[in-house]
């Protein structure tokens, strides 16, 4: 049974340009949370998707976005990227009542 | 609104020590209590959790923790240290133990162990 899985593992962009990262769930799970950990942070939550919809949303500017599919699987759109959004983006997958498996992540390094 | 505060950013051990990583919450309403472990380069495998019931959570790898309401504390231990421990910690705290409900993580613990 495939864990959470995240694609791709490492990206290399530059100040202003766009970019979209990809997270399978766990088989099962229905809902997928997305993280940002900035190097030496814990986790700061940017925001869950459950039936194709935004759910929650935490302190993150609009140029934050991402979207649900119909099989569960979800991407993370960043626009207009800054120095400061070089981090390690984490995908974390859920069904009710059974907790969170977290994917390995996706270093983002902005240059 | 929650937040945890996880008290030494690194702490350092001999192999077969005590561990002891603190955590404490701030919650308005009943916490559910997590620990994260994540080696270099790898994302987050949960440790233990507390929800309710037995405020001596037990979990893998021979760690186990303590809730405490009146402390407001969660905090880590394992009785033997061992190399393999050596990692980062985190301890996060949520309103539900549901999927919709989002996690607020601690700075974090870095473990050393020394041989």
Same mark, same amino acid.
């Given at each position: 049974?495939?864990?959470?899985?995240?694609?791709?593992?490492?990206?290399?962009?530059?100040?202003?340009?766009?970019?979209?990262?990809? @997270?399978?769930?766990?088989?099962?799970?229905?809902?997928?949370?997305?993280?940002?950990?900035?190097?030496? =942070?814990?986790? =700061?939550?940017?925001?869950?998707?459950?039936?194709?919809?935004?759910? =929650?949303?935490?302190?993150?500017?609009?140029?934050?976005?991402?979207?649900?599919?119909?099989?569960?699987?979800?991407?993370?759109?960043?626009?207009?990227?800054?120095?400061?959004?070089?981090?390690?983006?984490? @995908?974390?997958?859920?069904?009710?009542?059974?907790?969170?498996?977290?994917?390995?992540?996706?270093?983002?390094?902005?240059? | 609104?929650?937040?945890?505060?996880?008290?030494?950013?690194?702490?350092?051990?001999?192999?077969?020590?005590?561990?002891?990583?603190?955590?404490?919450?701030?919650?308005?309403?009943?916490?559910?209590?997590?620990?994260?472990?994540?080696?270099?380069?790898?994302?987050?495998?949960?440790?233990?959790?507390?929800?309710?019931?037995?405020?001596?959570?037990?979990?893998?790898?021979?760690? *186990?923790?303590?809730?405490?309401?009146?402390?407001?504390?969660?905090?880590?231990?394992?009785?033997?240290?061992?190399?393999?421990?050596?990692?980062?910690?985190?301890?996060?705290?949520?309103?539900? *133990?549901?999927?919709?409900?989002?996690?607020?993580?601690? *700075?974090?613990?870095?473990?050393?162990?020394?041989?």
């Amino acid at each position: 049974d495939a864990g959470v899985t995240q694609s791709p593992t490492h990206l290399i962009k530059t100040r202003g340009q766009q970019v979209t990262l990809r @997270c399978s769930p766990k088989s099962g799970h229905d809902t997928v949370s997305w993280y940002q950990q900035a190097l030496g =942070q814990g986790p =700061q939550f940017i925001f869950q998707y459950y039936e194709e919809e935004e759910r =929650q949303r935490g302190n993150f500017p609009d140029r934050f976005s991402g979207h649900q599919f119909p099989n569960y699987s979800s991407e993370l759109n960043v626009n207009a990227l800054l120095l400061g959004d070089s981090a390690l983006y984490l @995908c974390a997958s859920s069904l009710s009542g059974y907790g969170y498996t977290f994917g390995s992540g996706t270093r983002l390094t902005v240059v | 609104a929650q937040s945890v505060t996880q008290l030494g950013s690194h702490v350092s051990v001999s192999e077969g020590a005590l561990v002891l990583l603190r955590c404490n919450y701030s919650s308005s309403v009943p916490p559910y209590l997590f620990w994260y472990v994540q080696y270099p380069n790898q994302g987050l495998q949960l440790l233990l959790k507390y929800t309710t019931g037995a405020t001596l959570v037990k979990g893998i790898n021979g760690f *186990e923790a303590e809730f405490k309401k009146s402390e407001t504390s969660f905090h880590l231990t394992k009785p033997s240290a061992h190399m393999s421990d050596a990692a980062e910690y985190f301890c996060a705290v949520s309103d539900r *133990e549901t999927s919709g409900s989002r996690l607020t993580f601690g *700075e974090g613990t870095q473990l050393t162990v020394n041989p």
